[in-house]
């Protein structure tokens, strides 16, 4: 039974920080891709970050040089640091992995907001 369990959201300021934190269970995490998307009230869902499981990353432009995507495998957890943070980028984050998404899976998300 597969399970995504996103933690490490909350409210902060402006130029405030936070790391949210993903962990998988009955994925097969090593050899899959690993995404971070989010989605703001009334918008569609969107990818923010991905990272191989070689550990090559690619993000979206508008995050681009604020925030970090990373992995450990031992953990089976995915990470996004998130830097600068701007009230645009207030939403609901989802990590999740491109056999499930197709299925229509996705995990609770963790809630991000940037306000002061």
């Known amino acids: 039974q597969v399970q995504l369990v996103e933690s490490g959201g909350g409210l902060v300021q402006p130029g405030g920080s936070l790391r949210l934190s993903c962990v998988a269970s009955g994925i097969i995490f090593r050899t899959r891709t690993m995404d971070w998307y989010r989605q703001a009230p009334g918008k569609q869902r969107e990818l923010v970050a991905s990272?191989?499981?070689?550990?090559?990353?690619t993000y979206a432009d508008s995050v681009k040089g604020r925030f970090a995507i990373s992995r450990d495998n031992v953990k089976k957890s995915v990470y996004l640091q998130m830097n600068s943070l701007k009230p645009e980028d207030t939403a609901v984050y989802y990590c999740?992995?491109?056999?499930?998404?197709?299925?229509?899976?996705w995990g609770q998300g963790t809630q991000v907001t940037v306000s002061s």
């Open positions: 990272i191989t499981s070689g550990g090559s990353t």
């Open positions: 999740n992995e491109q056999f499930w998404r197709e299925r229509g899976f």
